[in-house]
C-alpha cells in the first residue's frame, strides 16, 4: 500500500502509471468522476467477464442472488451464533474468518443434501485460503482443485437442470444463478457463474471480518470489551484496509482523463484504498478510529464496493454478513489480537497476515 501510496505522492499529474502497465487515478474527485462516467462505464462488467451475453443479463443475475442472500439473513445469524460458540479461546486468523462465514452460509450457497461432493470440495478450498496465492507451488495445487470444483459443478449443474428449477423462492445460490441465466448458457458457464459467486460472498465477507477483529483488537487494550459498536468496526475496517483495494477495467472508448488521453483496451484504475486516506477529504485518515462514523463531518468518500454503474450490487448485503459476524464474536466476550501486524498480503485482494485471535468470557 505504501509502494502505491508513493507512486501517487510522486506524480505531477492527477493519472499516474503503474510500474505493471496500468494506470491509476491520483485525485479524488477525478477519482468519483471516472467512476461514474457513462462513456467509462459503458459495456459489461469486468466482474462477469464474458460469461454472460448482455449487461442486462449481468444485473439481472446480481439481482437475483443479492435477494436470495438477504432472504437468508436470520438464518445466517443464527447459524452464525451457533458456530462462535463452538470456536475455542484461541483460534487462526485469517483462516477462522473463511470458515466461520462457510459455515454460516453453507446451506444458503448449496442447499442441504445436494452434491456431497462439491460440498466437500468447496470446503476443502476454503481450508486452503481463497486468494491468489504469491507463491507458485501453491497456486498449482490451487489450480488442481479449482478443476475439480469446477468439475463437480458442473455435474451438479446439469443434474439440477434435468431435474427442473422449482418455481418460488430459490432454494439456495445455485437455483437463483440457474433461474436468472440466460437461455443458451452452458453447463459448464453456470458453474464458472456460481464458483465466482460462492467465492466472492466467502471469501469479501471472511477477509474483511479478520481485518475487522484485528484491527480493533490492535486498537484496544486487552481484557477489556471494545467500545465500539459491530457496525462502526466494520465500517472503519474496511475503510482503513479495504479487501478491494484496487477497481479496474479497460477504458471501452478514446477517452482522456487528467489530461492523458488514453485508447480502447488501456486498463485504467481507481484505488480504494487511495481514496480512504487522502487527509483532505478524511480526517487523520492513517488512523484507526471507528468512532468517527457517529461524528458529523468526518467523512470523505467510501467506496469498499467500487461506485457508480458498476458498484457491487450486494454492497449493503455483504456489509451486513460482516456486522453480523463481528457482532457475534463480540457478543459476551473480550477479544485481543497476538502475533499481528497492519501489513496486507497483497495479490489480487489485500488480506491480513496470519494472527492469533483470543476470546475470553466478558462474565
Not at 464496493?305 to 466476550?333: K, M, W
Request: hydrophobic content about 40%.
Amino acid at each position: 500500500m505504501a509502494f502505491v501510496e508513493d507512486h501517487a505522492r510522486r506524480s505531477p499529474t492527477d493519472v499516474f502509471r503503474l510500474p505493471w502497465g496500468t494506470w491509476c487515478v491520483r485525485d479524488t474527485d477525478l477519482a468519483l468522476k471516472v467512476l461514474r462516467d457513462p462513456l467509462f462505464n459503458s459495456g459489461m462488467s469486468g466482474f462477469f467477464g464474458d460469461m454472460l451475453p448482455t449487461r442486462e443479463a449481468q444485473i439481472g443475475l446480481g439481482h437475483a442472488v443479492r435477494t436470495t442472500v438477504r432472504a437468508y439473513l436470520p438464518a445466517y445469524r443464527e447459524a452464525m451464533t451457533r458456530a462462535v460458540a463452538e470456536l475455542p479461546a484461541v483460534t487462526p486468523w485469517p483462516r477462522t474468518g473463511l470458515a466461520l462465514v462457510h459455515r454460516a452460509t453453507a446451506d444458503l450457497l448449496l442447499r442441504p443434501g445436494a452434491s456431497p461432493a462439491l460440498r466437500q470440495l468447496q470446503a476443502r478450498s476454503v481450508e486452503a485460503g481463497m486468494m491468489r496465492s504469491p507463491h507458485l507451488r501453491h497456486r498449482a495445487r490451487a489450480e488442481m482443485l479449482r478443476s475439480k470444483r469446477i468439475a463437480a459443478a458442473t455435474h451438479h449443474v446439469a443434474e439440477r437442470r434435468a431435474e427442473g428449477i422449482p418455481t418460488g423462492a430459490p432454494r439456495d445460490v445455485l437455483d437463483a444463478i440457474l433461474g436468472a441465466c440466460p437461455e443458451g448458457v452452458a453447463d459448464q458457464r453456470a458453474a464458472n457463474l456460481y464458483l465466482l459467486l460462492y467465492r466472492s460472498i466467502v471469501s469479501t465477507v471472511g477477509y474483511a471480518v479478520a481485518w475487522a477483529v484485528l484491527q480493533a483488537g490492535l486498537h484496544h487494550p486487552p481484557g477489556s470489551p471494545w467500545p465500539w459498536p459491530a457496525d462502526q468496526i466494520t465500517r472503519e475496517a474496511a475503510r482503513h484496509r479495504p479487501v478491494v483495494w484496487m477497481v479496474g477495467r479497460p477504458v471501452p472508448r478514446p477517452a482522456t482523463y487528467g489530461g492523458i488521453a488514453f485508447q480502447p483496451g488501456t486498463i485504467l484504475s481507481v484505488s480504494p484504498y487511495l481514496l480512504h486516506h487522502d487527509r483532505h477529504h478524511w480526517d487523520n485518515p492513517h488512523r484507526f478510529r471507528p468512532e468517527r462514523w457517529a461524528e458529523p463531518g468526518e467523512h470523505g468518500p467510501y467506496l469498499p464496493f467500487s461506485a457508480g454503474p458498476f458498484t457491487c450490487a450486494g454492497a449493503a448485503v455483504a456489509h451486513t454478513l460482516i456486522t453480523e459476524t463481528v457482532a457475534a464474536l463480540t457478543a459476551g466476550s473480550h477479544l485481543s489480537v497476538n502475533g499481528a501486524t497492519m501489513r496486507p498480503i497483497v495479490t489480487d485482494s489485500a488480506v491480513p497476515g496470519p494472527f492469533e485471535l483470543q476470546r475470553a468470557s466478558a462474565r
